[in-house]
């Protein structure tokens, strides 16, 4: 398994950028160009290798005015992306094949036709992809891939390391001046924003400390929180800062938004009096986009610190780790829309699945995902629909209030091995198979005006259940 590191380039002068940058920009044609041709239906089954042959016997090539090993990596790199694409987009096809097809053999069948890239032999399966994968673009103009072999680095007499990557020309190497010690090694991802080069490159995930430490032996449910990464089911919150973080940060973003909206406003102005250098000034020295990003990529690598290490003091305590499939429940970017919090909240869901699995499949923790239906709203002692406040769930039956998302973990640790609820049992059933094992429960409680003897001996009877 591998994870992926980020160089920065420090003080890399114009010129070189803006070489890079044309490189950028001409291999951003050759991705769209891969895109138009073989983003859809037309690209499925060939190889980036057959691609290539093509290419060169065409004659394509010639466009785009780059290096012959620089086409032939963002090829293959586009064509990866691509076959990203068509592979989100069976994750819905298989979904609707579990919801909508019983026989057993019929569903075999169809999954193993579209793990084999021959949807389009089966009518149905094609429809079901034809409406789940949409024609891709290529929006990608800033990235350059550097081949293992066509990149090295060397240090400088004061230590600094520098990388050397080809530029437009044969034989004239780009040197980047590097923010750190520790060489990129491996194939290179060079994105290139606001005037500086992030170098991204994977190394070997066992070759990483945390890697090495082992996991627990506890089986675990977790509930994904907001103000901490996660709670687990035996009552200990792991990521305390998340809420801090996520607040601040909204708090931050919507201040310098109101700021920025006033200089706009003031640049607007400017330029309809006719002062187009006031207006073209704050433009360049206050709208700027550069210190932004940085800002914001600086506080994802916080928020992405805090969940990690959560994670890991989750599975220091468990060898099974049973959670919400967070992937699952994504809200489509498009209801998100431009609400801060949202999308900050749908973003740290994102990388608190990425965390769960990638820290399991290091340490060698089992991760289990549960159908998570309804377990923020029921009583785990018994099965009553309770009402929420805030950061606690009130049982009305048992007269109990429990921390809300303790309640939750212990309700996503039972989910592991529930009889009737699957991982893909549909919500309303979900409900109702809760509200059957509810009422149940009540139905074997004692009357209100029962007498003493009566309540008590009803009472025995209706323990083991409040105590599975
Ligand atoms: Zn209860």
Redesign the pocket.
């Known amino acids: 398994m591998k994870v992926t590191r980020i160089a920065y380039s420090h003080r890399l002068n114009v010129g070189k950028y803006q070489a890079l940058a044309e490189q950028a920009q001409r291999l951003g044609a050759v991705r769209g160009e891969v895109w138009q041709r073989y983003g859809s239906i037309a690209g499925s089954g060939l190889t980036d290798r057959q691609v290539r042959d093509r290419w060169l016997a065409e004659g394509i090539h010639h466009r785009f005015g780059v290096l012959a090993n620089a086409w032939k990596e963002t090829v293959r790199d586009a064509m990866a992306d691509i076959a990203a694409t068509r592979e989100s987009a069976k994750v819905p096809v298989r979904r609707a094949i579990l919801r909508h097809i019983s026989d057993q053999k019929e569903q075999k069948r169809l999954f193993s036709l579209l793990k084999a890239d021959r949807w389009a032999d089966d009518p149905y399966l094609s429809r079901l992809m034809r409406s789940h994968w949409r024609r891709g673009h290529n929006r990608t103009h800033n990235q350059i891939v550097v081949r293992a072999d066509q990149h090295h680095t060397q240090a400088d007499e004061g230590g600094r390391l520098w990388l050397a990557v080809p530029g437009l020309v044969r034989r004239q190497m780009v040197r980047i001046p590097l923010n750190t010690t520790v060489a990129p090694t491996g194939t290179l991802r060079l994105i290139l924003r606001g005037g500086r080069v992030e170098i991204h490159y994977q190394i070997d995930a066992a070759s990483m400390k945390t890697s090495q430490r082992p996991c627990g032996t506890a089986t675990l449910g977790v509930d994904k929180g907001y103000t901490e990464v996660l709670t687990d089911s035996d009552g200990n919150h792991h990521g305390d800062g998340l809420g801090h973080l996520l607040s601040a940060e909204s708090d931050r973003i919507r201040e310098r938004n109101r700021r920025r909206a006033k200089l706009r406003s003031i640049a607007n102005t400017a330029a309809r009096r006719g002062d187009q250098a006031k207006a073209e000034r704050i433009a360049v020295n206050n709208l700027g986009t550069i210190k932004r990003d940085r800002q914001a990529a600086r506080h994802q690598a916080r928020v992405r610190t805090e969940i990690f290490t959560a994670v890991h003091r989750v599975v220091d305590k468990a060898a099974v780790v049973v959670a919400e499939d967070l992937t699952r429940t994504f809200t489509g970017r498009k209801q998100l829309g431009r609400n801060t919090n949202r999308r900050l909240a749908a973003w740290t869901k994102g990388v608190t699945a990425q965390a769960l699995k990638n820290v399991s499949e290091r340490r060698g923790s089992a991760l289990v995902h549960v159908n998570a239906a309804y377990t923020s709203q029921v009583?785990h002692?018994?099965?009553?629909f309770?009402r929420r406040a805030g950061d606690r769930l009130h049982?009305t039956?048992?007269g109990?209030v429990w921390q809300a998302d303790v309640n939750a973990a212990i309700n996503v640790l039972r989910r592991h091995g529930d009889p009737d609820i699957t991982l893909h049992t549909p919500h309303r059933a979900v409900r109702q198979i809760v509200q059957a094992r509810a009422d149940r429960h009540r139905s074997r409680l004692p009357l209100p005006d029962s007498s003493p003897a009566r309540r008590a001996e009803s009472e025995s009877s209706a323990l083991p259940i409040s105590e599975q």
């Open positions: 009583c002692r018994c099965g009553c309770g049982c039956l048992c109990v």
